[in-house]
């Protein structure tokens, strides 16, 4: 949700920049912008659209020659996406990028506005820089510090003053920002892919840092002020990782890293064939610390989160709640002693996540984070946190994060049944032997691409479609249907197979196209049934089924064999079959797959 870049060095300034402002794309592309410093004066350059616009507006100018400068790529909240409301935004006395959401800008803009500042866009950001100005008496520092007393919200800006045009400061509050330090030379960027391409070295900033970059000399303020040594890390994540490698878009490489990021994620977290969390800090007694559990997350993740509803409730019989972390939030939640509260989220910035997880902690619960995106804020604010080992998710529809977190519940489920005597270690091997069996399945799911890619010519005219499941196939179904729409603009809605005869099917029709999912055998019967019951109001419906399973050839247009696998296993290969199908309909309408409209990844506003 907006990235913002900056560098301080030796190095043509532009080039950082786009490649910085490529690399964070997927936080927002409503539209770009740059600010440098050339000829002792502040040079800012900005399009709406996606980069390319700005790219094509910088590379058809004269040369700038600068080794300074900030840049900007938007995801739109207050106000339109315009030229006006892009960043950098400048004020007389200087030049600020912004990402996240300034709550009070109303309130501050009108007292700025009785001050005599005037104001040319609609944006929170506009507000925000102002303010520093009209803080600012030569100390670039106490105006920032000053600032972030009265602004209520997150954000991360990296800033520029006319006067001190040798320095770049940068501070953040909710928002992610990190320095990455290079040879006499130093980046700001929102996340690590954008530094990638020049260094492996970054110093995270905490909530209220505020930093002042030389070329040659960082000095990191802590939020009172404090001068602080800063720790720096490595990136764990390559280059290549975060590149296209071949594929035509990163969805599709990444659907095709999942047997990796999979094996990644669980296998080192096996020992002598059993369920481990040592790795992690965890041991065997936080496993018996609670009775209760929430799952909480948005979209994908929180799809994720409901298998491990499903996991956890049937193998460990524990009372679990998934909730969406905004209603989570605002719903007084019952939050017990006994409760463990799980956070699941590829990016680690997401800002209802992030709040609720603040709740939870508030309220003395056992916060456990299941997170992909190191040193991020949920990974930092949790009790415990499991690193999922995915690699960087670049497309924003998410994928490979979403199979690795899966991954993770089935091994919490185990491990925690395994510490409370409910499986002994034999069947916890048998588990854990039955999760990599599945696993290596991914690949013959990921065989199935050309007979989906060749279904998908089906959906091209399709305004609705329909995706039904029962049990984990349910939970599947919301992931297909999600999948599906947000990638390809076809409205698609997800159903537990009986639950449509008490409203929905009234907008079955002739000629509607059904996804139905019967991978899970004890549902079978009753999966058929719903899916006869669509079949005769005319709907087209394509079936997933496992290898092995006879359905009624009459019961569909279509149906696809998946690997077979225990029923409680299925989840992992059926995800592929789905992301195949939202990714083969996404291209073939010709939709912006890896970028889709209003999106953004990354989601750093409630
Ligand atoms: C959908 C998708 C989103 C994210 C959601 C949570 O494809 O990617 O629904 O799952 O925005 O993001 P994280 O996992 O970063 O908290």
């Known amino acids: 949700m907006c ?7 030796d190095k043509d300034v532009v080039d950082v920049l786009i490649d910085g402002l490529s690399a964070l794309e997927y936080r927002g592309y409503d539209s770009a912008g740059i600010s440098v410093v050339e000829d002792d004066k502040i040079t800012t350059i900005k399009a709406e659209g996606r980069l390319d616009n700005l790219k094509n ?63 040319a866009s609609q944006t929170d950001t506009e507000v925000a820089a102002n303010l520093i100005d009209s803080l600012y008496e030569n100390d670039p520092i106490a105006a920032i510090k000053k600032a972030s007393e009265i602004i209520e919200g997150s954000y991360a800006f990296a800033i520029i003053f006319n006067d001190i045009l040798n320095k770049v400061y940068a501070t953040r509050s909710g928002s992610p920002l990190i320095v990455a330090l290079g040879d006499n030379e130093h980046f700001l960027a929102s996340d690590v892919p954008a530094i990638l391409k020049y260094t492996r070295n970054y110093i995270l900033l905490e909530e209220g840092d505020i ?24 990136a764990t994540w390559t280059l290549e990782q975060a590149e296209k490698s071949g594929y035509e878009h990163f969805m599709l490489k990444e659907i095709y890293e999942q047997p990796k990021a999979l094996l990644d994620t669980v296998e080192s977290r096996i020992i002598e064939g059993l369920p481990s969390f040592e790795r992690d800090n965890i041991d065997d007694d936080f496993f018996t610390g609670f009775n209760r559990i929430e799952i909480i997350a948005c979209g994908t993740a929180m799809h994720a989160g409901m298998i491990g509803k499903w996991l956890y409730e049937s193998v460990c019989r524990i009372n679990v709640e998934c909730s969406i972390a905004s209603e989570f939030r605002y719903k007084n939640p019952i939050l017990s002693k006994d409760t463990l509260a799980i956070f699941v989220s590829q990016s680690g910035e997401t800002a209802d996540t992030l709040a609720a997880l603040r709740l939870a902690k508030s309220a003395g619960v056992k916060t456990l984070a299941i997170v992909n995106v190191n040193g991020s804020s949920i990974a930092r604010e949790a009790d415990y946190v499991i690193y999922t080992y995915a690699g960087p998710e670049i497309s924003v529809a998410s994928t490979k994060a979403y199979s690795v977190q899966m991954a993770v519940m089935y091994l919490l489920v185990f491990k925690t049944a395994l510490v409370r005597k409910l499986i002994d270690s034999k069947k916890a091997s048998e588990f854990v032997g039955q999760l990599l069996s599945a696993i290596d399945s991914v690949n013959d799911a990921l065989l199935l691409s050309d007979e989906i890619k060749e279904y998908v010519n089906n959906f091209l005219d399709s305004s609705s479609i329909f995706f039904l499941g029962r049990g984990l196939d349910y939970y599947q179904s919301l992931e297909g249907a999600l999948k599906l729409k947000e990638i390809s603009y076809i409205h698609c809605e997800a159903y537990a197979g009986g639950e449509l ?23 079978a019967s009753k999966m058929i049934s719903n899916i006869k019951e669509v079949v005769t109001r005319g709907a087209k419906v394509l079936i997933f089924t496992k290898k092995g399973y006879e359905v ?55």
Request: glycine share 6%; net charge neutral.
């Open 3 to 9: 990235g913002i870049v900056g560098y301080i060095g």
């Open 501 to 523: 005869k008490h409203g929905t099917i009234s907008l079955i029709t002739k000629d509607i196209h059904v996804v139905a999912l019967t991978t899970q055998e004890h549902l």
């Open 57 to 119: 507006m910088i590379y058809s100018r004269d040369k700038i020659n600068s080794q300074i400068g900030i840049g900007h790529t938007r995801w739109a909240t207050h106000g339109e996406p315009s030229d006006v409301n892009s960043h950098p935004h400048v004020t007389a006395r200087l030049t600020l990028v912004h990402n996240g959401i300034i709550e009070n800008y109303q309130e501050i803009k009108k007292i700025l506005v009785e001050k005599g500042y005037k104001f």
């Open 211 to 234: 930093v002042e970059l030389e070329k040659d000399k960082i000095t990191l303020y802590d939020k009172n002020l404090k001068i602080m040594k800063p720790q720096i890390h490595e």
């Open 552 to 606: 009624d050839d009459s019961a569909y247009k279509q149906c696809i064999y998946l690997p077979k696998l225990d029923d409680m296993f299925m989840p992992i290969v059926t995800v592929v079959a789905l992301q195949l199908l939202a990714y083969h309909t996404s291209v073939a309408k010709g939709c912006d797959v890896d970028k889709p409209r209003n999106l953004a990844k990354s989601v750093t506003v409630e």
